[in-house]
């Protein structure tokens, strides 16, 4: 099974600052990884997929890119909006699993 | 546009099983992927399994083997998670999720509300 980590747990970042957050693939997983947005209460939402599309209607502040196993999530600057929790989600093989990172939580500094 | 309503909140007892149920309408039902992934309260995301609501077939995460059944209802259009033999742990809420597009099983493009399986004696 292909293990997800992400760094680093918690980032704390003031708004309007920029927010690179890590994810690593214990094998690769050639472009077959995904990002998502979760806030307390609520679905996750899909904002990166490929490594580096974004979904429709994100903001072009967010910004993936990688492939193989080093992967990068980007907000360019942050809005109050974007505080939250961020995963990635590997969907290289068939049959799965398609697993998660452990997430990384921004946060307001 | 897509839409996925899944069953109300459950609480059930140690050894007992739970059946979520998760309606979609707004798109063919049977040409989706869809997912079923969990959280444990405070706890990150944890992916259970996939089903294709064509011919029904299915992958489970390891962990869960032996443990879950996932079916659909293709009259109906609405998938069926099914956890057997609940513990404590197994307190979180479920989502189910549909792949973002045909070809891709593995992105996950639109998620249901969620349904809270609370496991307690």
């Known amino acids: 099974e292909i293990v997800m980590t992400q760094s680093p747990a918690t980032l704390s970042v003031s708004p309007g600052e920029r927010a690179t957050l890590s994810c690593r693939a214990s094998q690769s997983v050639s472009s077959n990884l995904a990002w998502y947005q979760q806030k307390p209460g609520q679905a996750p939402r899909l904002l990166i997929y490929?490594?580096?599309t974004r979904a429709t209607g994100i903001p072009a502040r967010f910004s993936g890119s990688g492939s193989g196993t080093e992967f990068t999530l980007t907000i360019s600057s942050l809005q109050s909006e974007d505080f939250a929790v961020y995963y990635c989600q590997q969907y290289n093989n068939w049959p799965p699993p398609f697993t998660f990172g452990p997430g990384t939580k921004v946060d307001i500094k | 546009q897509v839409q996925l309503v899944q069953s109300g909140a459950e609480v059930k007892k140690p050894g007992a099983s739970v059946k979520v149920s998760c309606k979609a309408s707004?798109?063919?039902?049977?040409?989706?992927?869809m997912h079923w992934v969990r959280q444990a309260p405070g706890q990150g995301l944890e992916w259970m399994g996939i089903i294709n609501p064509s011919g029904g077939s299915t992958s489970y995460a390891q962990k869960f083997q032996g443990r879950v059944t996932m079916t659909r209802d293709t009259s109906t259009s609405t998938v069926y998670m099914e956890l057997s033999s609940l513990r404590s742990e197994d307190t979180a809420v479920y989502y189910c999720a549909r792949a973002l597009v045909i070809a891709v099983a593995g992105t996950i493009g639109y998620w249901g509300q969620g349904t809270l399986v609370t496991v307690s004696s």
């Open positions: 707004g798109y063919t039902f049977t040409s989706y992927y």
């Open positions: 490929g490594a580096s």
